[in-house]
Each structure stands twice: as C-alpha cells, then as structure tokens.
C-alpha cells in the first residue's frame, strides 16, 4: 500500500508509520557517511550530508514512489571510496554500516518494547514497533547482493574479482531489477529469509 492510500484511510497511522520510516532510512545514510568520514573521506560532511535534518536526504522521485506504490528511497549519501584508507576495508566497512545501524535501532526498540509495562502501553508503542519492523526490513534489503544495495558493495570489498563482473554487468540497471523482483514478489522469500536470520541475531521471539 502506497502511503498516499494510507493517508487518506487512516491519517493516525499514515504518521505513526511515516516518522520511524524517516528517521530509520535518515540514520542508514548518516551511518555510511559517518564511517566515510572516520575513515578518511570527508564528501558527506562536505556536503552537509552527516544531519538528521530529512530535506537533506529525501529524493524527490523516491519519496513520490513511496506514498504511490510504498517503495521508494533516499538520496544516497556521497562517498568517495578511493579516499578510503585503507580502500577495501572501508568499502565493507562504510557498506556495512548502514545495515549495522538499522539492527541496531531494530535492537534497541525490541528491547524497548520487552521492558514497557502493558499498563503503559499505548498508541506510541504502535510507533515503536513499527521501528523494530522498518529497520528489521532496511537491514534485509539492503543485505541483498544486487547493486546498488549496500550487499553487493560489501561483496565488492571481499571478493572484487568476481563481484566486479557482475557491477559491470548491471551497471546502472540494478536498480530496475530490483523493482521487478520486488513487484514480482521473487524478491520477498529471500527478504523473508533474512528478516529471519536478523529476527533470531536481536531476540525476536
């Protein structure tokens, strides 16, 4: 369901879902031009790019394919990795950090939801919830090796020999045969899979 339908069938939930769903995709950005920085490329910060303010981050065709269809993006934070030091170790390193960041948010907000006492419970753990299930889904996503998702980098960094190949044989296409695995549905068992796996990694019972 595009976010534009949810808005107008139920405004409560169109906001409770929107604000973990900025903030979890604002933090994947930040942490991959946070990691950048610490290991030499400064692009991001240059660029004011290291903000949780979202006008730095949403991409205008993105955030309209998201309240249409309910998948879109945001602007990628800018890394030059040949400032990287050293190179192939930044690489799976600044890649990772976005997928990194998301478990972790999805951790901490489980946790948050074991020790909230039910008498306390209320609209706002709706929200909460919804954090543990966004960054649940960015993490899995994204673990996908298929450019331009941070896996296939991470892959990139650990075997380039083989991984380039299939860089340049994508190239600037990836991106579609994602959205064609997406709406397809061939993409959602191995997603499923991986929500899993990540479910299991922080707790989830």
């Known amino acids: 369901m595009g976010l534009l339908k949810l808005l107008t069938q139920d405004p409560l939930a169109f906001v409770l879902l929107v604000i973990p ?40 065709f993105g955030t309209l394919m998201l309240f249409i269809v309910g998948f879109g993006w945001a602007k990628p934070v800018p890394v ?36 909230i006492p039910v008498r306390y419970a209320g609209t706002w753990v709706i929200m909460v919830y919804f954090m543990v299930q966004i960054n649940i889904t960015l993490a899995a ?37 994602i959205l064609l695995l997406l709406f397809t549905g061939i993409l959602n068992p191995v997603i499923n899979f991986v929500r899993h796996l990540i479910e299991l990694l922080i707790g989830i019972r």
């Open 21 to 60: 769903l900025l903030f979890s995709i604002i933090i994947h950005e930040v942490a991959h031009g946070w990691v950048a920085y610490r290991m030499g490329d400064s692009t991001a910060k240059d660029m004011g790019r290291l903000t949780l303010n979202p006008l730095k981050h949403l991409d205008p």
């Open 141 to 177: 996503l994204n673990l996908i090796p298929i450019p331009p998702l941070d896996g296939s980098k991470i892959l990139l960094g650990i075997f380039p020999n083989q991984t380039s190949k299939i860089y340049s044989l994508l190239g600037q296409n990836g991106f579609i045969v």
């Open 80 to 115: 030059n990795f040949y400032n990287l030091h050293p190179r192939r170790k930044g690489l799976i390193l600044v890649s990772s950090a976005g997928i990194a960041a998301n478990i972790l948010l999805a951790f901490l907000f489980e946790m948050l939801l074991k020790v």
